[in-house]
């Protein structure tokens, strides 16, 4: 059974950093593309970035402040965000597509305020 469980976020102040994790089970993980998406109340769910086995995108709302790794031994992505914003505050997702199913972890809130 497929499952992406996220960690950790929390508070932080404008300005500050955060590193969430995305540990995934159930599939052979190495092959797979796997995404960060969030979603803000009131509005859609949009990326954050996604990262393949040799490759990685990112919404333009966060380039050159998130970077999204993985780590192929450990099952796990992050997403280390940097020079945080009021609007970056949203519950963010762990997402990917495996043999035609599309799946989402449980989600973790990223709270940006003074």
């Known amino acids: 059974q497929v499952q992406l469980v996220e960690s950790g976020g929390g508070l932080v102040q404008p300005g500050g950093s955060l590193r969430l994790s995305c540990a995934a089970s159930g599939f052979d993980f190495s092959m797979y593309a796997v995404g960060w998406y969030r979603q803000a109340p009131g509005k859609q769910r949009e990326l954050v970035a996604r990262i393949t086995s040799d490759s990685s995108i990112y919404g333009e709302s966060v380039k050159g402040r998130f970077t999204i790794s993985r780590d192929n031994a450990k099952n796990t992505v992050y997403l280390q965000m940097n020079s945080l914003k009021p609007e970056d505050t949203a519950a963010y997702y762990c997402?990917?597509?495996?043999?035609?199913?599309?799946?989402w972890g449980q989600g973790t809130q990223v709270t940006v305020s003074s």
């Open positions: 997402h990917t597509f495996f043999l035609g199913n599309v799946y």
